[in-house]
């Protein structure tokens, strides 16, 4: 099948199209779910209805939980904007929530390690 022939990628046309979106972020969305489309050769909508399959290659694919959060949060912009909220759908979603909602957990507690760690070497140092 020749390229121009086929569909357009449903959640790909739902992020692009949303007019909540700003200009920006539409871009950044976009630019992440073609990556992860053109790496596992399907397209969006299918990719986004196995988030058990696709999260695990997210994990393995990007070792850097802030980037892990950034491709998940661009997925769950996909499927918010997916048409026809069937059960699979739903159920796919709830699994994204999940994931984006550890995610965003795992990068506050390395935020807050982070500060812990370069306050008290702030103090040893200004008490030296």
Known sequence: MHLAATKP????????????LSDSSKH?????LRAISAKLGQPVSTLAMQPMTILPWIKQ???????????????????KRMPAMKKQ???????WLRASKELEAQQQARLKTAWTSSFHTHQNLTRS
């Open 61 to 79: 694919r990007h070792p850097e939980v802030a980037t892990q959060k950034n491709v998940v949060t661009a997925v769950l912009a996909a499927v």
């Open 28 to 32: 950044t969305y976009a630019q992440r």
């Open 89 to 95: 759908h739903r159920q796919a979603l709830a699994i």
């Open 9 to 20: 990628d449903k959640a790909l046309q739902g992020i692009l199209q949303d007019p909540a």
